[in-house]
């Protein structure tokens, strides 16, 4: 096998950055290249069948790329596609659900957790289902936020007001007092962390899926041999768009480190 083969990374928008930020950080001699399908983004509140054919057309566009693992570094998509994609394709598929369950379960004294996430990936219970599936006396409550990835994806999260939409978003916590780790269940999410937990206060956990996710890829890649051993100069991600360059511009350089990776507007077929 070519182990230098690059890794596909694939969000419905500019969530999946947040993910792609902590396997560079994780791997730095990995290539990664990322699509994120922001014109038909939110994938949250579409109808299922919808996500599995936006989802299937952005793996086959990566697929032309030679990818060596898929990461689904959404978790709208990984609720409702990752099933069908570890089946079907010939490379490893790693999701973001079962990790960032995984570091909540570790995070958490009152074995109570919170997720906030999509409306699809709340209906979906994909989370509490992972999370049970470790641990059965876990207490869990899910709540939909879906004016966050709007907020996200158009950039007003920028502006002074945010933090009421958040602070509107997250009153549920008022109900749960013995939540102490909250998940972070969508990857577009971390991107508002700091205005989240200024909500929450110091008393929950905050965590996103990014570095358990990166541990489940590192695992994988020791467990098929397949780490890029070229002592190459670390190359920069690709970065791919199916709408505007704006938000992603202003993420890649301004949050994310990620100045000098290139990146690109496309069409999927
Ligand atoms: N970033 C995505 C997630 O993790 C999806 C956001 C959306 O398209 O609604 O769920």
């Not at 997720?115 to 509490?128: H, L, V």
Request: glycine residues 6%; negative net charge.
């Amino acid at each position: 096998m070519n182990l230098e083969r690059p890794i596909g990374v694939i969000d419905s928008g500019v969530g999946g950055l947040t993910v792609l930020h902590e396997l560079k950080r994780q791997l730095p001699k990995e290539k990664f290249i990322y699509l994120g399908d922001t014109l038909r983004c939110p994938y949250g509140s579409k109808q299922e069948n919808e996500v599995i054919q936006y989802t299937w057309e952005m793996v086959t566009h990566l697929l032309t790329f030679d990818i060596k693992m898929l990461v689904i570094a959404c978790n709208t998509a990984t609720a409702l596609v990752i099933n069908q994609l570890q089946e079907q394709l010939p490379i490893p598929v790693v999701g973001v659900i079962e990790p960032g369950a995984r570091a909540a379960i570790k995070a958490t004294k009152s074995n109570h957790i919170g997720i906030i996430g999509t409306e699809n990936t709340i209906r979906s219970q994909a989370y509490e289902k992972a999370l049970k599936c470790i641990n059965p006396n876990l207490t869990t409550n899910g709540q939909a936020c879906p004016k966050f990835v709007p907020l996200i994806e158009s950039g007003r999260f920028m502006e002074p007001d945010a933090i009421d939409v958040v602070s509107e978003s997250l009153g549920f916590l008022n109900d749960h007092p013995k939540i102490d780790t909250l998940i972070l269940g969508c990857t577009h999410y971390p991107i508002i962390q700091p205005l989240i937990e200024q909500v929450v206060g110091d008393q929950i956990t905050v965590l996103s899926s990014a570095i358990e996710t990166g541990l489940e890829v590192s695992t994988i890649l020791t467990f098929h041999n397949s780490y890029n051993s070229q002592d190459h100069q670390q190359e920069e991600p690709v970065i791919l768009t199916t709408g505007s360059l704006h938000v992603f511009q202003h993420l890649k350089e301004e949050i994310f480190q990620l100045k000098s990776a290139s990146l690109k507007q496309i069409t999927l077929a």
